[in-house]
């Protein structure tokens, strides 16, 4: 039947420990949120990592599972170190899971590096940054395709099921549709988000840039109704918040539940299923709080808790509980985690109506039969992304 997302629950509930090795980098991305002046070729002890990762694999706390991502700059800038924590994680036994995810840019891949990699795959994932195609991916991360290009089955043959990672600025927005189509036939996983930051310009090149953006998700909705059987990239185009199906009255009710039980409202997990480690070894709720990014020392509760979301706009708006949102950004920007940016506003509600059209295209590519075959719990599922869907197409965002 064709590719239709349902999202499930997590098996194992796990906290996300990202160690910034160093703060250098061998490129300069376009839309990167680092300060590059702050490359001071600093690299993390070993005995800081060390320190860290064992309270967190020790702690007496509610996650099973600890993800230890190693983060930069660019973390194969510290490969030695990189070798050394893994080794010496896998030389003890501890009393919760874990796993190991590098994020890089791909370009100082060796020999020697890729068989390590290849010898702890098991335990190790790597995630590749990749923008497009090529006039996409050069435009934003200094023209560094080629670099990267002969890795690119690399990462493929040996970590299929790890998306890569596809960041959306003004610049390529015009080649959105080409670089997706591009990526899927050559068979890759990925994500495609935009930045947080504001790049939309004046308001009249904002609107160009909109009209733009929704031709190339109007092309894309084309592209995966012409192929039912590849999942729609997320989230760019998976954006149909469920809940938009229910009731007013049931919505309200679960919306008060959750505030009740969580005592607040998160997108992200920042401060609680994510915490950052310095090369210094200072702790942060995510890298987007660390003060040489947002020039601002981190807020007192480290956490990102949200009980009430501003502006007013923003808590009145029905896509409140999906649009995306960084407390770091919020924080960055108006030393709130729960102040929201809204450049974005109107480029996400396209994003969330071309799901809506393309998920109600999938649901009509599927047989009676094969609906028919579907567990139960599924079939609910189905039925609650249906009716958010429907209520998108009755009554707009």
Not at 31 to 51: N, V, W
Not at 163 to 168: C, G, L
Not at 296 to 308: A, L, M, V, Y
Not at 366 to 379: A, D, G, M, N, R
Request: aromatic residues 10%; negative net charge; proline residues 6%.
């Amino acid at each position: 039947m064709p590719r239709i997302k349902i999202k499930g629950d997590s098996r194992m509930k796990i906290r996300i420990i990202t160690l910034v090795l160093t703060k250098n980098c061998n490129l300069s991305c376009v839309y990167c949120y680092e300060k590059h002046d702050h490359r001071d070729g600093k690299i993390m002890e070993f005995s800081t990592a060390q320190e860290n990762i064992a309270g967190y694999l020790e702690a007496d706390d509610e996650f099973e599972g600890v993800e230890i991502d190693f983060f930069g700059g660019e973390p194969m800038l510290a490969f030695p170190l990189i070798c050394d924590i893994v080794e010496w994680v896998l030389s003890r036994e501890w009393p919760k899971a874990y796993r190991f995810m590098i994020g890089t840019n791909g370009t100082v891949l060796n020999d020697e590096i890729k068989k390590w990699l290849i010898e702890h795959r098991e335990y190790v994932s790597v995630s590749l940054s990749i923008d497009g195609n090529k006039t996409a991916h050069d435009l934003t991360r200094d023209n560094s395709y080629d670099l990267i290009a002969p890795n690119i089955p690399f990462f493929m043959e040996n970590w299929p099921n790890q998306p890569a990672k596809m960041t959306i600025i003004a610049d390529t927005i015009p080649y959105l549709a080409d670089s997706i189509i591009e990526l899927e036939e050559m068979g890759m996983n990925f994500t495609a988000n935009m930045a947080f930051e504001d790049f939309w310009g004046i308001p009249g090149e904002k609107d160009r840039l909109l009209g733009i953006y929704k031709e190339q998700l109007a092309r894309l909705i084309d592209y995966y109704a012409e192929h039912p059987y590849l999942f729609p990239v997320s989230p760019l185009l998976d954006s149909v918040p469920e809940y938009l199906g229910l009731p007013h009255d049931r919505l309200d009710a679960l919306i008060q539940k959750e505030k009740k039980e969580k005592d607040c409202t998160r997108y992200c997990g920042a401060g609680h299923e994510m915490v950052t480690v310095d090369v210094d070894g200072q702790n942060y709720p995510c890298h987007r709080f660390l003060p040489w990014i947002s020039g601002f020392s981190p807020p007192e509760e480290p956490t990102n808790r949200q009980i009430d979301w501003k502006p007013d706009e923003c808590s009145n708006c029905k896509l409140i509980h999906s649009c995306p949102t960084c407390a770091g950004f919020n924080w960055e920007t108006h030393k709130d985690t729960g102040t929201r940016t809204t450049f974005h506003c109107d480029a996400y509600k396209l994003e969330v109506l071309a799901s809506a059209r393309l998920e109600a295209i999938r649901i009509g590519q599927c047989s009676t039969s094969e609906l028919e075959q579907l567990p139960l719990e599924e079939k609910h599922k189905i039925r609650k992304r249906l009716n958010a869907v429907l209520n998108l197409i009755e009554e707009g965002v």
